[in-house]
C-alpha cells in the first residue's frame, strides 16, 4: 500500500471520529441543565447540590434514584418525575 493512500485513511478516520464526538459530547449537558430547572421553578430559587445529584443520577439513566432523591428534599413527585424524564433523554 502506498503512503499517501496510507495518510489518506488515517486522515479520513480520525475526520470521522472527531465529527462523531462533537455531535454526541453537548447534549447531556443540556438535559441536566434542562432537569435543574424545573426543580428551581417549582422552588422558585436556586437548586442544592443534592438536587444536582439527583438530576445527574436521572441523565446516567438511574430513574428511580433521581425521583427518590427530589422527592425526598421536598420536591412534588410530578416535578420529580417530569424532571427526571427530561434528564435521561
Do not use: W
Request: glycine share 10%; aromatic share 2%; hydrophobic share 40%.
Amino acid at each position: 500500500m502506498r503512503t499517501t493512500n496510507r495518510i489518506a485513511g488515517v486522515l479520513a478516520g480520525l475526520a470521522l471520529a472527531l465529527g462523531g464526538a462533537a455531535f454526541t459530547a453537548p447534549t447531556a449537558h443540556a438535559d441536566l441543565d434542562s432537569c435543574i430547572s424545573q426543580v428551581e421553578r417549582e422552588q422558585h430559587g436556586e437548586v442544592s447540590d443534592a438536587v444536582r445529584m439527583a438530576c445527574y443520577l436521572g441523565l446516567t439513566g438511574n430513574q428511580s434514584e433521581c425521583v427518590s432523591g427530589l422527592t425526598a428534599i421536598g420536591v412534588t413527585s410530578a416535578t420529580a418525575s417530569s424532571s427526571c424524564k427530561v434528564a435521561a433523554q
